[in-house]
Antibody, heavy 117, light 105 residues
Framework: EVLLVESGGGLVKPGGSLTVSCVGS????????MTWVRQAPGKGLEWVSS????????YYADSVRGRFTVSRDNTKNSLFLRMDTLRVEDTAMYYC??????????WGQGTLVTVSS | VLTQSPATLSLSPGERATLSCRAS??????LAWYQKKPGQAPRLLIY???KRATGIPARFSGSGSGADFTLSIYSLEPEDSAIYYC?????????FGQGTRLEIK
């Protein structure tokens, strides 16, 4: 069974930093591109960032580029998203997602990040 | 840009739902559909425009190519109540439609 488990969410003040993590199991983690998708309260799904299997290709949405940094550790089946200079509008559930060439096929349950003073 | 219509759909059990997703440019068949229920992670329903994901009932059907795509849900059941999103990957970025809320009366 494929499992993706996120952690690290919480309450942070505007301008602060936070790192969320994800651990994958039940599949060959090192062969997959991994992606972060978020959903703000009452809003739709928004792609945040993707990182290729070997970390050679990294992409960000315009809304987070320059503030967020994605990374992975294939020895620990782990994915990370470091978020700096957080804004109120970054408040969202952050989902760790496995990506295939044609879809986002497996999703974690998400970790909630709240940016508020 | 992906534009979904209608924004909301209200149907009765047993009816058929037809959800539309229109791309601002041709995107071949890389088009996926997801179901999102409150408190749950999104679930992949359809990929490559028309292929059902593992474990998805045959009531869910995807069609289309180019820039116009459709998700059809036959014989609606109460548990189909959810928001449905289409999604594409274009070069290096991923885009979602704004979603269609399906309500089962």
């Amino acid at each position: 069974e494929v499992l993706l488990v996120e952690s690290g969410g919480g309450l942070v003040k505007p301008g602060g930093s936070l790192t969320v993590s994800c651990v994958g199991s039940g599949f060959n983690y090192y062969t997959y591109t991994m992606t972060w998708v978020r959903q703000a309260p009452g809003k739709g799904l928004e792609w945040v960032s993707s990182i290729s299997s070997g970390s050679g290709h990294i992409y960000y949405a315009d809304s987070v580029r320059g503030r967020f940094t994605v990374s992975r550790d294939n020895t620990k089946n782990s994915l990370f998203l470091r978020m700096d200079t957080l804004r109120v509008e970054d408040t969202a559930m952050y989902y760790c997602v496995r990506e295939t060439p044609l879809s986002l096929d497996e999703w974690g349950q998400g970790t909630l990040v709240t940016v508020s003073s | 840009v992906l534009t979904q219509s209608p924004a909301t759909l209200s149907l009765s059990p047993g009816e058929r739902a037809t959800l539309s997703c229109r791309a601002s440019q041709v995107i071949s068949t890389y088009l996926a559909w997801y179901q999102k229920k409150p408190g749950q992670a999104p679930r992949l329903l359809i990929y490559d425009a028309s292929k059902r994901a593992t474990g998805i009932p045959a009531r869910f059907s995807g069609s289309g190519s180019g820039a116009d795509f459709t998700l059809s849900i036959y014989s609606l059941e109460p548990e189909d109540s959810a928001i449905y999103y289409c999604q594409q990957r274009s070069n290096w970025w991923i885009t979602f439609g704004q979603g269609t809320r399906l309500e089962i009366k």
